[in-house]
């Protein structure tokens, strides 16, 4: 593809409105300016509040998402409207996302070390209402996780999305998708099918930036 007709997206990253995260939300515009992005999806846990604040910021750039924690497993979707609460089932917090016809993923499906992954059983149940699964997240630690997702994609004919799960700034574009220009989730749906990933795995202790972000946040707590 020629430079004007593709775009290079970050799927999945957090901002200082996830509560294990410092950056941001006029640091993490800086850092995807920096590092060349085109499109951003900001997806908080549970909250569209960073996402809102930084699409205010940069319209042009940042698209609202929101990575959601069910009673089964994360989902993580783009273009949302409206929040969706965290502890649903599964099955609500997708017919509340396809209300506002958001584009929906599923966040590390196989990663056993975060607590949002998914058993086989549960996630075979909701296949058939999500658009992608996430095949490449750059903070997985245990690479076999990334590679079962792949193949169960392909197994299972159904799209991909990668992301960097960044919580810092120099983890944002680590895993990026270089697609066509999309506008809307719609559109996103046909360019996710022409999708060429670009991926670099995180270092392993990215994730102590997350827990010094917790305990530094607890500490802040009146």
């Not at 846990?45 to 994360?74: Q, S, Y």
């Not at 409207?81 to 599964?90: I, K, N, Q, R």
């Not at 990026?176 to 270092?203: C, H, I, N």
């Amino acid at each position: 593809m020629d430079r004007d007709d593709f775009c290079r997206l970050e799927f999945h990253c957090h901002t200082s409105y996830s509560k294990d995260s410092l950056t941001s939300p006029q640091v993490l515009i800086a850092a995807a300016r920096r590092k060349g992005l085109d499109r951003v999806v900001v997806t908080d846990h549970n909250t569209i509040a960073g996402a809102r604040e930084a699409r205010a910021l940069a319209p042009d750039l940042i698209i609202v998402g929101e990575e959601i924690m069910t009673t089964k497993g994360e989902l993580l979707a783009a273009f949302v409207t409206e929040e969706v609460p965290a502890g649903l089932s599964p099955q609500e917090a997708i017919r509340r996302l396809r209300e506002q016809g958001a584009f929906i993923s599923v966040s590390h499906p196989f990663d056993r070390l975060r607590s949002g992954h998914w058993a086989m059983e549960d996630l075979l149940e909701i296949l058939p209402l999500v658009d992608a699964i996430e095949t490449f997240n750059a903070r997985c630690m245990w690479p076999g996780s990334n590679a079962r997702a792949e193949a169960f994609a392909r197994e299972h004919g159904v799209q991909a999305t990668v992301g960097s799960d960044a919580h810092a700034p120099f983890e944002v574009g680590h895993a990026t998708m270089v697609l066509p220009p999309f506008e809307g989730a719609e559109e996103l749906r046909d360019a996710v099918r022409q999708m060429r990933p670009r991926l670099r795995r995180s270092p392993l202790w990215v994730h102590l930036t997350s827990r010094y972000a917790v305990i530094r946040k607890r500490l802040q707590k009146p």
